[in-house]
């Protein structure tokens, strides 16, 4: 996956992946917030959403 540009829970979001690398950042542009996240454990994310993004909604993760 590349950079993205898209919406999501009504927010204008962008950002980049990282590639295989373990680094990705998403922008919400509206809010003008960036989170940049260095980690591995793509769990950790939902629990990024929401002690950081008040209003977000813990995300799904996709069953490996």
Known sequence: ???LSEMDQ???ISGH???P???DFVRFDDR???FIVLTNQRSFYPYL???YGPGLKNP?????
């Open 1 to 3: 996956m590349g950079f």
């Open 10 to 12: 009504g927010y204008k």
């Open 17 to 19: 992946s990282g590639g």
């Open 21 to 23: 690398a373990l680094a």
């Open 32 to 34: 003008k917030e960036t």
């Open 49 to 51: 959403a929401i002690i």
């Open 60 to 64: 799904e993760l996709p069953l490996n």
